[in-house]
T-cell receptor
Framework: AQKVTQAQTEISVVEKEDVTLDCVYE???????LFWYKQPPSGELVFLIR??????QNEISGRYSWNFQKSTSSFNFTITASQVVDSAVYFC??????????FGSGTQLTVLP | NAGVTQTPKFHILKTGQSMTLQCAQD?????LSWYRQDPGMGLRRIHY???????DKGEVPDGYNVSRSNTEDFPLRLESAAPSQTSVYFC???????????FGEGSRLTVL
């Protein structure tokens, strides 16, 4: 069975602070994919990134960056210079050999002006 | 580009009533799935389909039925609604199982 843990239920930061959202996963598969999704207050789910298990390179996209470490089974997400519009629930997810996409319980990020 | 379209966005029904949530996608994706989102539990897959005519159970299938007669549509039916089915439902599509999911806007269902 696979599992995704997002231990931070809620995080609150002040605008322009950097914030890291943690994601720890468990799987017995050697090939798997990791995802991050954003759910703003409007409720839709927005795909942010997909990473396969063979690619441990960190990725940066504007103010967003992702740190994938197989040694610690973590796929953390950092927002640099946070903005109020970053306020949302962020979900980490894992897809393994059974192709079941398992979501973490989500982290509610609130960015205060 | 419509992407994944879900209807209705909101609905209230009584225990024992039936209803169908509609899902349509126009991206020619083979994989379609239904998820429910409950507070503190993330999203859990209810049913999924990898192609027309093929459906399978997800993590929480009890009380729900699906069908897939074509590529575009994937309706979710509640035959006899229960209060435990009060949730937000998302339909999602992907070019393949395991690929990034494209979600509909969600359907908030309340069962009284």
């Amino acid at each position: 069975a696979q599992k995704v843990t997002q231990a931070q239920t809620e995080i609150s930061v002040v605008e322009k602070e950097d914030v890291t959202l943690d994601c720890v996963y468990e799987t017995r598969d050697t090939t798997y994919y990791l995802f991050w999704y954003k759910q703003p207050p409007s409720g839709e789910l927005v795909f942010l990134i997909r990473r396969n298990s063979f690619d441990e390179q960190n990725e940066i996209s504007g103010r967003y960056s992702w740190n994938f470490q197989k040694s610690t089974s973590s796929f953390n997400f950092t927002i640099t210079a946070s903005q109020v519009v970053d306020s949302a629930v962020y979900f980490c997810a894992l897809s393994g050999s059974a192709r079941q996409l398992t979501f973490g319980s989500g982290t509610q990020l609130t960015v205060l002006p | 580009n419509a992407g994944v379209t879900q209807t209705p966005k909101f609905h209230i029904l009584k225990t024992g009533q039936s209803m169908t949530l509609q899902c349509a996608q126009d991206m020619n994706h083979g994989y379609l799935s239904w998820y429910r989102q409950d507070p503190g539990m993330g999203l859990r897959r209810i049913h999924y389909s990898v192609a027309a005519g093929i459906t399978d159970k997800g993590e929480v299938p009890d009380g729900y039925n699906v069908s897939r007669s074509n590529t575009e549509d994937f309706p979710l039916r509640l035959e006899s609604a229960a209060p435990s089915q009060t949730s937000v439902y998302f339909c999602a599509s992907s070019y393949s199982m395991g690929g990034e999911l494209f979600f509909g806007e969600g359907s908030r269902l309340t069962v009284l």
